[in-house]
């Protein structure tokens, strides 16, 4: 694996923690009746979910709209959201995940939300300052998808898991990019992917 830089702390101040926290007693409540998280990590959300997905805050451009993709509970995006007042849009095609990105940004006043409740293709989105993404696809796939939603000088910030070396070269003979690795603060087998200059090989 190659070197990986240590990761800038994000720091929660009290009123921030509460609004995280707040956040996830409603994700706790609906994983009861729709699975926005794996029953086996509810005891460990904190920590595993909302401060997993709250460190990206550093790696993303201070202005400009976040485009998250596949957002399901709202992991990272409606957590980054809590962090930033620039405009989000979480993009969920499960009905029933965007009923409840749609309820916990209002329940939290995030009126910078926004969510798409269909397809990533079909989306309406703007051209983003940054795309996330967490546990949604391979990283080849998710660099086509931020290729095309990506404002120029844009960057796309993934997390990923043991195998971001193994998915890192996959996608490296279909896309030339600059490519940041940052240490995950939760999980010491994962990587933080921070790409940039992203275009296809060969254009």
């Keep these: 694996m190659k070197q990986r830089e ?7 101040s009290r009123e921030t923690e509460t609004r995280l926290r707040a956040y996830l007693d409603l994700l706790l409540a609906w994983n009861a009746r729709i699975n926005l998280i794996a029953p086996a990590t509810e005891a460990t959300a904190w920590e595993r979910h909302v401060l997993d997905s709250w460190q990206l805050l550093p790696l993303l451009p201070a202005r400009g709209a976040l485009v998250d993709l596949g957002s399901g509970g709202g992991l990272p995006g ?3 959201a809590i962090g930033r007042t620039e405009e ?7 009905r029933r995940k965007a009923a409840f990105l749609l309820e916990a940004a209002r329940t939290l006043g995030l009126a910078h939300v926004r969510v ?7 989306a309406r989105l703007p051209k983003a300052a940054v795309v996330t993404a967490r546990a949604l696809a391979p990283l080849e796939l998710l660099v086509a998808q931020a290729h095309g939603i990506l404002a120029p000088g844009g960057v796309a910030v993934f997390p990923k ?19 940041e690795r940052f240490a995950s603060r939760t999980d010491a087998e994962a990587t933080i992917f921070r790409l ?8």
Excluded: K, N, Y
């Excluded at 240590?6 to 929660?12: F, G, I, M, N, S």
């Excluded at 989000?88 to 499960?94: A, M, P, W």
């Excluded at 898991?161 to 490519?179: I, K, N, S, Y």
């Design 78 to 80: 409606l957590v980054l």
């Design 196 to 203: 940039s200059e992203i275009r296809p090989a060969g254009a």
């Design 6 to 12: 240590p990761l800038p702390e994000a720091p929660v």
């Design 88 to 94: 989000t849009h979480l993009v969920e095609s499960d």
């Design 161 to 179: 898991g043991r195998q971001a070396e193994d998915e890192l070269t996959a996608a490296a003979p279909h896309w030339f990019m600059r490519v």
């Design 116 to 122: 798409q409740p269909q397809r990533i293709e079909a």
